[in-house]
C-alpha cells in the first residue's frame, strides 16, 4: 500500500509541474556563414544568434534548443558538429573570418561544448542544446551566440555541407521548456 502511495504522490508531482510548465518559440535571428582557411584547406563555421526573450530572465528554464527532422539526409555524408557559445560580440552585417575575434575563424568557450554526430543512415531528430547558454544568459553573461563547426579531427570547419546546414538552421525554431515567470 505505501508503494502505491508514493506512486501516485509522483505521478501527481509529474502531472502538476507538466500542467505549469509552459514552451516558447523563438525564430533563428541570424546564420551567417564565415570562411576561412585551416590547415591549408578552405573550411567554413557557422554562427548562430537567436534572441533570449526576456519572459524568461527570471524563470525555470528546464531546456533550451533547436530539433530538427533527419539533418543527415540532408548533409549527403556523415558529419560531427560541435556547437560553443561565441565569447565575443558580432554584427551579422560586419562579421569575417578574422574579424572581430582575437583569434581567426571566431572567438568561443573551449570549456563548453556540445557534440552531435549527424549520420546519414540515421532518420532521428537531432537537437542542438542551449540550455547552459539560456542559464549563464540569466546570470548576467552577455549571450553572443553559438558558433557551429566540425572536431579538429575533421578539419574545423565544413566543407560543401556547409550551406545545407545553415539553410536548415535557418528553417528551424529554439524552443523554451520553463515555468515561472
Not at 88 to 104: E, F, K, M, S
Not at 156 to 177: D, K, M, N, S
Request: overall charge neutral; glycine content about 8%; charged content about 25%.
Amino acid at each position: 500500500m505505501w508503494k502505491l502511495k508514493t506512486v501516485t504522490i509522483g505521478c501527481l508531482a509529474v502531472l502538476c509541474a507538466s500542467v505549469l510548465a509552459d514552451t516558447l518559440s523563438v525564430p533563428v535571428d541570424n546564420a551567417v556563414i564565415i570562411s576561412g582557411r585551416i590547415d591549408g584547406k578552405d573550411r567554413s563555421r557557422i554562427l548562430l544568434k537567436f534572441t533570449m526573450p526576456e519572459t524568461l530572465r527570471s524563470a525555470s528554464v528546464d531546456h533550451a534548443g533547436i530539433i530538427f527532422d533527419n539533418p543527415a539526409k540532408l548533409m549527403r555524408k556523415n558529419v560531427t558538429i560541435h556547437a560553443r557559445p561565441i565569447t565575443t560580440a558580432w554584427d551579422p552585417d560586419n562579421v569575417r573570418w578574422d574579424y572581430p575575434w582575437l583569434r581567426p575563424g571566431g572567438d568561443f568557450d573551449s570549456t563548453q561544448l556540445y557534440s552531435y554526430s549527424l549520420r546519414q543512415e540515421d532518420s532521428l531528430r537531432a537537437m542542438l542544446d542551449f540550455t547552459d547558454d539560456v542559464h549563464s544568459w540569466q546570470s548576467g553573461r552577455d549571450y553572443n551566440g553559438t558558433i557551429i563547426m566540425r572536431p579538429a579531427r575533421e578539419g574545423g570547419g565544413f566543407g560543401a555541407e556547409v550551406h545545407l546546414l545553415r539553410a536548415l538552421l535557418q528553417q528551424t525554431r529554439v524552443r523554451f521548456y520553463f515555468t515561472g515567470e
